[in-house]
Protein backbone atom coordinates (compact mmCIF):
# COMPACT_ATOMS: atom_id res chain seq x y z
CA UNK A 1 0.00 0.00 0.00
CA UNK A 2 0.92 3.55 -0.05
CA UNK A 3 1.79 4.96 3.24
CA UNK A 4 1.17 8.34 1.70
CA UNK A 5 -2.11 7.57 0.12
CA UNK A 6 -3.83 6.09 3.54
CA UNK A 7 -2.51 8.70 6.01
CA UNK A 8 -4.17 11.53 3.31
CA UNK A 9 -7.20 9.67 2.79
CA UNK A 10 -8.03 9.07 6.89
CA UNK A 11 -6.64 12.72 6.99
CA UNK A 12 -9.27 14.02 4.73
CA UNK A 13 -11.21 11.58 5.99
CA UNK A 14 -11.26 13.34 9.90
CA UNK A 15 -11.57 16.45 8.34
CA UNK A 16 -14.95 15.73 6.81
CA UNK A 17 -15.83 14.21 10.41
CA UNK A 18 -14.77 17.78 11.77
CA UNK A 19 -16.69 20.05 9.07
CA UNK A 20 -19.81 17.78 9.47
CA UNK A 21 -19.75 17.71 13.21
CA UNK A 22 -19.53 21.24 13.07
CA UNK A 23 -22.78 21.43 11.32
CA UNK A 24 -24.58 19.09 13.41
CA UNK A 25 -22.92 21.17 16.29
CA UNK A 26 -24.77 24.06 14.97
CA UNK A 27 -28.07 22.24 14.36
CA UNK A 28 -27.81 22.37 9.98
CA UNK A 29 -28.34 18.75 7.65
CA UNK A 30 -25.85 18.29 5.34
CA UNK A 31 -25.38 20.65 2.82
CA UNK A 32 -24.04 20.99 -0.66
CA UNK A 33 -20.66 21.48 0.34
CA UNK A 34 -20.77 19.01 2.60
CA UNK A 35 -21.56 16.65 -0.72
CA UNK A 36 -18.60 17.77 -3.04
CA UNK A 37 -16.18 16.83 0.19
CA UNK A 38 -17.65 13.55 0.51
CA UNK A 39 -16.92 13.26 -3.27
CA UNK A 40 -13.29 14.20 -2.59
CA UNK A 41 -12.82 12.09 0.33
CA UNK A 42 -14.45 9.38 -1.96
CA UNK A 43 -12.11 9.42 -4.71
CA UNK A 44 -9.18 9.07 -2.39
CA UNK A 45 -10.94 5.98 -1.47
CA UNK A 46 -11.33 4.56 -4.71
CA UNK A 47 -7.45 5.49 -5.88
CA UNK A 48 -6.78 3.34 -2.91
CA UNK A 49 -9.05 0.58 -3.74
CA UNK A 50 -7.51 1.02 -7.65
CA UNK A 51 -3.86 0.61 -6.04
CA UNK A 52 -4.78 -2.12 -3.67
CA UNK A 53 -5.72 -4.36 -6.74
CA UNK A 54 -3.30 -3.38 -8.99
CA UNK A 55 -0.61 -4.08 -6.37
CA UNK A 56 -2.23 -7.65 -5.85
CA UNK A 57 -2.37 -8.16 -9.65
CA UNK A 58 1.37 -7.52 -9.21
CA UNK A 59 1.27 -10.42 -7.01
CA UNK A 60 2.54 -8.53 -3.31
CA UNK A 61 0.36 -9.92 -0.61
CA UNK A 62 -0.74 -8.66 2.95
CA UNK A 63 0.61 -10.26 5.59
CA UNK A 64 -2.66 -10.73 7.14
CA UNK A 65 -4.32 -12.14 4.09
CA UNK A 66 -6.00 -11.16 0.78
CA UNK A 67 -9.51 -11.93 1.27
CA UNK A 68 -9.43 -9.91 4.54
CA UNK A 69 -7.33 -6.93 3.00
CA UNK A 70 -10.08 -6.79 -0.35
CA UNK A 71 -13.20 -7.06 1.93
CA UNK A 72 -11.55 -3.94 3.98
CA UNK A 73 -10.83 -2.00 1.09
CA UNK A 74 -14.23 -2.18 -0.60
CA UNK A 75 -15.47 -1.25 3.30
CA UNK A 76 -13.46 1.55 3.13
CA UNK A 77 -14.25 2.43 -0.32
CA UNK A 78 -18.11 2.18 0.49
CA UNK A 79 -18.04 3.97 3.79
CA UNK A 80 -18.74 7.24 2.75
CA UNK A 81 -20.94 7.19 -0.05
CA UNK A 82 -23.48 4.60 2.55
CA UNK A 83 -23.38 7.81 5.21
CA UNK A 84 -23.97 10.26 2.61
CA UNK A 85 -27.19 8.14 1.20
CA UNK A 86 -28.28 8.12 4.37
CA UNK A 87 -27.72 11.40 5.38
CA UNK A 88 -29.65 12.08 2.58
CA UNK A 89 -32.87 10.37 3.95
CA UNK A 90 -32.63 12.45 7.54
CA UNK A 91 -31.92 15.66 6.66
CA UNK A 92 -31.70 17.08 10.06
CA UNK A 93 -28.95 17.44 12.28
CA UNK A 94 -28.76 13.98 12.54
CA UNK A 95 -27.28 13.37 8.83
CA UNK A 96 -24.73 15.64 9.61
CA UNK A 97 -24.02 13.37 12.57
CA UNK A 98 -24.27 10.03 10.20
CA UNK A 99 -21.41 11.50 8.25
CA UNK A 100 -19.14 12.79 10.54
CA UNK A 101 -19.34 9.03 12.21
CA UNK A 102 -18.63 8.05 8.18
CA UNK A 103 -15.65 9.92 8.47
CA UNK A 104 -14.41 8.60 11.63
CA UNK A 105 -15.15 5.06 10.42
CA UNK A 106 -13.27 5.42 7.15
CA UNK A 107 -10.04 6.53 9.32
CA UNK A 108 -10.12 3.56 11.40
CA UNK A 109 -10.69 1.40 8.17
CA UNK A 110 -7.68 3.52 6.94
CA UNK A 111 -5.51 2.34 9.98
CA UNK A 112 -6.71 -1.20 9.78
CA UNK A 113 -5.84 -1.33 6.36
CA UNK A 114 -2.22 -0.33 7.17
CA UNK A 115 -1.99 -3.04 9.63
CA UNK A 116 -3.27 -5.47 7.42
CA UNK A 117 -1.05 -5.07 4.83
CA UNK A 118 2.27 -4.90 7.40
CA UNK A 119 2.86 -1.83 7.78
Known amino acids: MLDALTVATAVAALA?????????????PTKDWHFI??????LLALVQL???????ARG???EQGTTIF?????GAFA?????????????TRW????VAAGGVVLAVLQVRLYDIWGG
Open 95 to 98: GSIT
Open 79 to 91: CIPAAGFMSLAER
Open 50 to 56: VVGIVQL
Open 37 to 42: GMAVVT
Open 60 to 62: EKP
Open 70 to 74: VAYLI
Open 16 to 28: LAAWCGWAAYRDQ
